[in-house]
């Protein structure tokens, strides 16, 4: 009986042989829940025998071929066969609009984009005529009208959603659900008039303050580079939007980042900076007390702002020119504030980060940041990327120059993120846009992309002339109403507002900017920021600080982290290094340099602090030194004895990072400088590789205080040392960091001994001078027998600055002082004491910068007859410390005594490739520090 049905079925559907993939979807979907079709599909696929237990496993994609084969051959239709094919073929065309309609779109606001036309877009391409738009057809999942409707109707909606001012491009997506959820979404809705007066007035405000500001600073600073905003004016109302939106989400905080383009808006109009401040700005005044300062539209700002859903304090990241590396910084910071709120799925706090059309695709540092989006160690639960994309970059002059793809965001598909392209002089289009973005955000977790076509008013800044190289463009921008007039007008059209009511805005705003006081309603005192950082404002070099753990103390926590489940089974040499470790717990072995940084860690941690651990390979360690997370060879488990230090110990993360330096390091510096309680640390894997987070380092680690005033705790943990192993392997460019040293900005170390790298991660912790850290950490004196400590130099010492002597020279025979820093002071002591000399005293120099003259001049005190002092060094001598770092030894030296240089000689390489010529430079390097020759 159940077999007859079924024949009919296949003999009378007009769906035979037709599109078995949407068949497909449409039954799993029945099968899901039986609701979410219609009643005539659930009447058809009740029938089916795939309810059944005998054919319940077969696909049902090959049940659909089947029934087609054999409806094809039986030909018993009942139904007019080309009106079936027709249905289909208006399927076709629904999806179609999902695919491509985007291209079809009126996205430019100029109405200069020439697109080609798409086939697929156009009905007769799927054979639909004139005659069939009266007719009704199924409308399969599209989310309009029910299940059916007339085919011109269909149209005219498919053009209102996929074609009007917003492009939706999601179809890349392959979760299911998210693609359905967008659909429910977008279908039917976009292009409908559902906004109430009163948000439209706002959004009409959003505008006029935007215009307003612009012209104001226009008229006011004449020629005076603002970047304005004007053409992307609608930015104003879409952030309010956003804030609003997150706030009904529950957002506690937003963290923004953003290049110059309409930033000086941004600040005035939304983070409720206040005119007059910026006036002041303009007009050359300054805060004395703000280091060296930067210039207004790379400035940061901090408020509060009020929501129907809450008040969500903004953050805007003070950035530096160099485009798009201001992302990753703003997503290190919101890891930093959810970590803080205990938040793990980012709802509490968003990112957004707000890009240029040139930038977004130009710029690799975008690749890595997305590709960090979803990962353990990085992810923030998704980020609304925002792209003022005004048509034009600064760089060329024609876009085609900028990409090579058809939109700037195309990038955006790596991450499967969905895009809405949207035409910036439809501002109720815009409002939509950004309220979908940030409910998918909250919805999936992940990032989305909004494109916000617009125009540039004027040139790149105001002294351009932008029709030299954009002469078209700027004849047609010219002639083009203002996004607040085009909407204004509309505005008074529909009797929203009378035409009085505007200019009353226009002025009211005017008065505002005359006045000088904040022009944002929703401005707020900041309350709602979670962190503060008076503890840790006003410190200097030698603030003191308590680094002591009595012995008992740190035997005990020796032996905690030494201790695994004797069901995790380690590798091998894991274990072996393990099983030293217990020996150096129980005190009858000197601790190894991995046993003291592990130490460092878990006295922090049971002193409650939060430790933070990322980079290349972090968790085993690059030389396999660390083995912070263990992996069980049995089922591939990983445990971390550092997160069973004690019960209410601090937490500590430690990730291996994506292989990335600028995204991986600037997401680091954005943790920090949000977050300066406990201890973050980004590792390379070699320290040559941090010159690929190179503008990190230029533009925020060594200038971010002096330019803005923010503090950051930041460690950077860089192998270093010449092992023979070639010019990149060797050298983590040490003269770089000195050479960006000034004013106390940061500290560079090159610690040498397991004791020293203890108590260096210590001090960074618990001293509350919040400075960049950067360390020449080693390699080679990771398994060195001579680097090893006592438990007791952990417990009673400190870190060193300078190490002395260690041997019991007599310093009046000392005719010859050397200095040096690092592990060639390992193969000085070496050569010296096999040599048996007694003339040349060592002196270690930890920490290069800031330079330590009062400890040193205490070392030298007893060699103040010595003549001959030397600077020794592994690097080129155009690298390392002596063209940086002399005049400070120079200083130290008594007045009439020489300094000389011993190392290679200069090279345009850090270091040579072969290792018997490496050997020999090494030897001699040495020989002509101890004067052998
Ligand atoms: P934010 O949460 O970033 O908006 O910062 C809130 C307030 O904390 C700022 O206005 C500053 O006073 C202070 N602050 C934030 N970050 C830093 C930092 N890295 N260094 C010094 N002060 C900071």
New binding site residues.
């Given amino acids: 009986m159940r077999q007859d049905s079924l024949k009919a079925w296949q003999q009378s559907t007009h769906f035979a042989g037709a599109n078995a993939a949407y068949m497909e979807e449409l039954y799993e979907a029945y099968l899901e829940d039986p609701s979410s079709v219609s009643e005539e599909w659930q009447a058809i696929f009740s029938e089916l025998p795939g309810q059944r237990d005998e054919v319940a496993h077969t696909p049902i994609r090959e049940y659909f071929r089947a029934a087609a084969l054999d409806s094809n051959r039986s030909k018993k239709t009942t139904v007019d066969p080309e009106l079936s094919e027709k249905q289909v073929r208006v399927l076709q065309l629904i999806n179609a609009h999902r695919f491509r309609g985007h291209q079809g779109a009126d996205l430019d606001p100029l109405g200069l984009w020439k697109r080609e036309p798409v086939p697929e877009l156009d009905p007769a391409f799927h054979g639909l005529t004139v005659e069939d738009m009266s007719r009704q057809f199924n409308t399969g999942s599209y989310a309009v009208g029910g299940d059916s409707m007339k085919l011109g109707q269909l149209i005219d909606s498919l053009k209102r959603t996929y074609c009007g001012h917003i492009g939706a491009e999601y179809m890349h997506i392959t979760s299911t659900e998210e693609k359905r959820w967008l659909q429910q979404r977008i279908e039917g809705v976009v292009g409908v008039d559902k906004l109430s007066a009163e948000k439209k007035v706002q959004i009409l405000e959003g505008l006029n303050a935007a215009e307003g500001l612009e012209k104001y600073l226009g008229a006011k600073f004449p020629g005076a580079k603002r970047f304005s905003l004007e053409g992307g004016d609608a930015l104003i109302p879409m952030m309010r939007e956003l804030i609003y939106r997150s706030g009904d989400h529950g957002a506690k905080e937003m963290v923004i980042g953003m290049a110059h383009r309409g930033r000086l808006n941004m600040l005035v109009n939304i983070l409720g900076k206040k005119p007059g401040d910026l006036f002041d700005e303009f007009a050359g005044k300054h805060d004395e007390a703000l280091g060296s300062g930067d210039v207004k539209y790379h400035q940061g700002f901090?408020s509060d702002f009020a929501t129907p859903g809450g008040n969500v304090?903004l953050?805007l990241a003070f950035n530096p020119s160099h485009l798009e590396i201001v992302s990753p910084v703003v997503i290190g910071s919101v890891r930093a504030r959810m970590d803080r709120r205990g938040c793990t799925n980012g709802n509490k706090v968003v990112p957004v980060t707000i890009h240029g059309d040139s930038a977004i695709a130009g710029q690799g540092v975008v690749q890595e940041t997305l590709n960090m989006s979803q990962t353990r160690g990085f992810s923030v639960g998704g980020a609304i990327r925002l792209v003022v994309n005004n048509q034009v970059g600064f760089t060329t002059s024609n876009p085609a120059d900028t990409r090579s793809t058809e939109y700037c965001t195309d990038i955006a598909k790596m991450v499967q993120a969905p895009v809405f392209h949207v035409n910036a002089d439809d501002p109720e289009a815009v409002a939509f846009v950004a309220q979908l973005a940030m409910d998918y955000r909250y919805e999936f977790g992940r990032d989305v992309f909004i494109d916000l076509i617009c125009y540039r008013r004027h040139g790149h800044n105001e002294a351009d002339t932008p029709d030299a190289t954009q002469p078209l463009m700027y004849q047609k921008i010219k002639k083009h109403p203002t996004p607040r007039r085009l909407y204004a007008d509309k505005l008074v059209a529909t009797k929203v507002l009378e035409a009085e009511q505007v200019t009353e805005q226009i002025n009211t705003y005017r008065d505002q900017l005359d006045a000088g006081d904040c022009v944002v309603p929703e401005w707020r005192t900041?309350a709602e920021?979670s962190?503060d950082?008076e503890p840790y404002?006003g410190h200097q070099w030698d603030v003191a600080w308590d680094d002591k753990i009595e012995v008992a103390q740190l035997s005990k926590l020796a032996a905690a982290i030494s201790e695994i489940p004797e069901s995790h089974k380690l590798q091998s040499r894991v274990a072996k290094i393990y099983r030293d470790r217990e020996t150096m717990a129980s005190g009858d072995k000197p601790l190894d340099w991995g046993m003291a940084e592990t130490l460092a860690y878990a006295t922090l941690l049971k002193q409650g602090y939060r430790v933070r651990l990322t980079g290349q390979d972090s968790g085993r360690g690059t030389f396999f030194h660390r083995h912070a997370v263990l992996h069980n060879q049995d089922n591939a488990t990983a445990y971390m004895p550092l997160r069973h230090v004690a019960d209410d110990q601090g937490p500590i993360e430690i990730f291996d990072s994506v292989l990335s330096e600028a995204a991986a390091m600037a997401f680091e510096y954005g943790y920090a400088?949000?977050e300066p309680s406990g201890l973050t640390i980004w590792e390379a894997q070699f320290g040559d590789f941090a010159n690929g987070a190179q503008v990190v380092i230029d533009q925020f680690l060594s200038s971010g205080e002096q330019k803005w005033?923010?503090?950051?705790g930041l460690t950077l943990l860089l192998p270093h040392g010449y092992e023979g192993q070639g010019p990149e392997h060797s050298s983590a460019r040490l003269e770089r960091f000195l050479q960006l040293c000034a004013n106390y900005n940061m500290q560079v170390c090159v610690p040498t001994t397991p004791a020293q790298v203890y108590h260096m991660l210590r001090r960074q912790t618990i001293r509350p001078m919040r400075r960049p850290l950067v360390v020449m950490s080693p390699k080679s004196l990771l398994r060195h027998p001579m680097a090893v400590s006592s438990i007791e130099e952990l417990a009673n010492g400190t870190f060193q600055n300078v190490i002395g002597e260690i041997d019991d020279l007599d310093p009046s025979k000392v005719d010859r002082v050397v200095f040096c820093s690092g592990k060639v002071y390992f193969d000085l002591l070496e050569r010296r004491r096999k040599e048996e000399m007694d003339n040349v005293a060592i002196v270690r120099i930890e920490q290069l910068y800031p330079f330590p003259a009062e400890e040193m001049s205490k070392i030298l005190e007893p060699y103040q007859h010595v003549t001959e002092f030397v600077w020794c060094q592994e690097e080129p001598q155009n690298q390392g410390a002596w063209y940086c770092s002399q005049h400070h030894f120079w200083a130290a030296i008594p007045k009439r005594a020489q300094l000389s240089y011993a190392g290679r000689s200069a090279s345009a390489a850090p270091a040579v490739g072969y290792v018997s010529l490496h050997n020999t430079q090494q030897q001699a390097l040495i020989e002509s520090a101890l004067n052998l020759y």
Avoid: F
């Avoid at 005033?709 to 950051?712: A, E, N, V």
């Fill in positions: 901090s304090h953050a900041m920021h962190v950082w404002l400088t949000a005033g923010r503090l950051c």
